[in-house]
């Protein structure tokens, strides 16, 4: 991969941003929060989404001259950034500094004509750059850095990992490796917009949002693009224009139910995406689905999509994720981890089944850490009463109602290292007494399970559902099992850590490894104890064990 390009050359929120991230990043040891203002996530999505309809897509032949190619685009207006990346091909994406910039590009782009075969014209944001002559440029061809779009290989990780200082060095590289770039970022709020555009033409005036990990902050560079249309701007314009005795409505057609609505809205929305999207394949409509969704790949982005419509809880949920992940810098690298170490042992999968989901380790991580003493999370009952007017959101009868400005949530004391919150996460869960509790991070306290599911998580807004419903009897047991080793493999190493030239894999990197990888090395010292046994020996090594349950909750 060719090294990072960011090229930032206006002073705009978006770099100021970047350079935040990057600072908090650096600062991410515990007790030292970044103290800057941080802002309100309606905010940082009315920015981005500004942001992407000034922004093209250009794919570019594969040698091209940077600085003439800019020279070129800058005859329709001033550019605020642009990056390269590489996907089946060079892209470019370039952000005018005006919208109508976009548009005058767009007034002398021609629609290809392809001989036998015959173009739809559609005048999308998705360009493609030909060269007239290709013989004289090359001469002055510099080289192109691209951004890179992918996540660290595996043998990459183990290197950093095994390079770290200590073990919260190790779960802070493993965040900086997998987040998701300030370039993957905007890539896919473009790839959104670019599905607006499309969508717009049966919707003017509908928006299509990114929710789920690629705005909540613990998306990992290569996850989906979860986006949903959002229709309700439209009722909204005309809600407004009542005057006097008289209101006018709009004629429209009646079906039987919400889910019809939607599957006749996601039915047509894929046909054009199938039809006539630009760069959109693979485009499956799931609309018996219990949320119906249309699912495609963008093939210029290289994102797997899935488009729902109406989904405000789920945006509500991400927001709720984003000012958890914001509050403490611990949050996200202890996520990333708990996500990670997962994914390597199978315990998540890409495919829907019993498994555990990302959204529902998320959860398990914010309550453990509402469980510390004293709290590193607040509970979303707290964030509720912080709430003001303008916060107040009712969505479907849910009250979903919290705090968004984040500056006035006070930093937690708790001084906890990551090693100990990762060791002690491993710990609290290999020994919680899944039959009888429910996780509950609105109360920050388990509850007494209202239904007999293996795992009992409540979804956060709409509290009479379960967000792990669908986890298997099996997979608890393996998640449990998998969680007592790596508290038992952390304690241990606690005490004999190979030393860092030795190149054995220690800390994260060895609980990265497969359990099978694992439990040869750990025969090699001792023999591995069975689940119940690791239990019981942590249970007698432990002696701040009792302290642990009885942790306070919400501030
Ligand atoms: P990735 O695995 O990185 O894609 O994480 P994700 O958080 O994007 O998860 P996913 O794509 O499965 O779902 C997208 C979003 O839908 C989540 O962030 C949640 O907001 C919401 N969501 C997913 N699963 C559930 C669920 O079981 N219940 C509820 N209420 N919301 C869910
Ligand atoms: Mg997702």
Redesign the pocket.
């Known amino acids: 991969q060719r090294p990072l390009r960011r090229l930032l050359s206006c002073p705009g929120t978006v770099a100021a941003d970047l350079r935040r991230e990057e600072q908090s990043s650096g600062s991410a040891e515990t007790g030292s929060e970044d103290r800057t203002p941080k802002k309100r996530f309606s905010e940082v999505q009315n920015e981005r989404r500004e942001q992407a309809q000034r922004t093209v897509l250009i794919h570019c032949p594969d040698k091209i001259n940077e600085k003439k190619f800019l020279k070129f685009l800058s005859q329709h207006g001033p550019i605020n950034s642009h990056f390269f990346y590489e996907s089946f091909g060079l892209y470019a994406a370039v952000e005018f500094c005006q919208k109508e910039s976009v548009t005058s590009l767009q007034n002398i782009t021609r629609t290809p004509s392809l001989g036998p075969e015959a173009a739809i014209p559609f005048k999308s944001r998705y360009l493609n750059l030909k060269l007239r002559n290709s013989l004289n440029q090359t001469s002055e061809l510099s080289s192109i850095q691209c951004s890179n779009q992918s996540s660290p290989s595996s043998k990459k990780l183990y290197q950093l990992l095994c390079c770290a200082e200590s073990v919260d060095d190790q779960l802070n590289t493993l965040l900086r490796e997998f987040q998701l770039t300030e370039e993957n970022t905007r890539l896919r709020y473009l790839t959104c917009s670019l599905i607006e555009d499309v969508a717009a033409a049966y919707f003017p005036d509908c928006a299509v949002r990114p929710?789920?990990?690629?705005v909540?902050s613990?998306?990992?560079l290569g996850?989906?693009l979860?986006m949903f249309l959002d229709l309700d701007e439209i009722g909204k314009f005309t809600a407004q224009k009542t005057s006097g005795n008289f209101l006018m409505e709009f004629q429209v057609k009646n079906v039987p139910s919400e889910r019809v609505a939607t599957q006749k809205i996601l039915s047509v929305i894929g046909e054009c995406l199938d039809q006539f999207g630009p760069g959109c394949v693979g485009v499956q409509r799931i609309l018996n689905a219990r949320c119906p969704l249309v699912r495609f790949s963008h093939q210029a982005s290289g994102f797997q999509c899935?488009l729902t419509t109406n989904n405000r809880?789920?945006l509500k949920?991400?927001e709720l994720?984003y000012m958890y992940g914001a509050l403490d810098s611990r949050v996200r690298a202890l996520v990333f981890s708990v996500r990670c170490w997962a994914r390597a042992h199978s315990l998540?999968s890409s495919i829907p089944g019993a498994w555990i989901?990302?959204?529902?380790l998320?959860m398990m991580v914010i309550f453990f850490l509402q469980r510390r003493s004293p709290p590193i999370l607040p509970t979303l009952d707290y964030l509720k009463t912080l709430a003001d007017a303008e916060d107040k959101c009712i969505i479907e009868g849910h009250n979903c109602t919290f705090v968004g400005d984040l500056n006035r949530i006070k930093p937690s004391r708790n001084t906890e290292t990551l090693e100990l919150l990762l060791k002690e996460f491993f710990e609290y869960f290999g020994n919680f007494a899944f039959n009888k509790n429910s996780i509950n991070i609105r109360q920050g306290r388990e509850q007494n399970k209202p239904e007999s599911s293996p795992l009992h998580i409540q979804?956060p807004?709409?509290t009479s559902?379960n967000?792990?419903?669908?986890v298997s009897q099996s997979q608890l047991q393996k998640f449990v099992d998998l969680a007592r080793e790596s508290a038992w493999i952390l304690h241990q190493e606690g005490k004999d850590r190979p030393s860092p030239s030795s190149n054995q894999p220690w800390g994260l990197a060895a609980l990265l490894l497969p359990s099978v990888a694992n439990n040869m090395s750990l025969s090699k010292k001792k023999k591995k104890p069975a689940s119940e046994r690791i239990k019981n020996l942590l249970d007698s090594i432990k002696s701040s064990g009792a302290e642990n349950s009885t942790a306070t909750n919400g501030r």
């Open positions: 929710f789920g990990s690629s909540n613990f998306g990992k996850c989906d979860d899935d809880i789920a949920s991400s994720l998540t989901t990302n959204f529902s998320t979804n807004f709409e559902l967000v792990s419903k669908n």
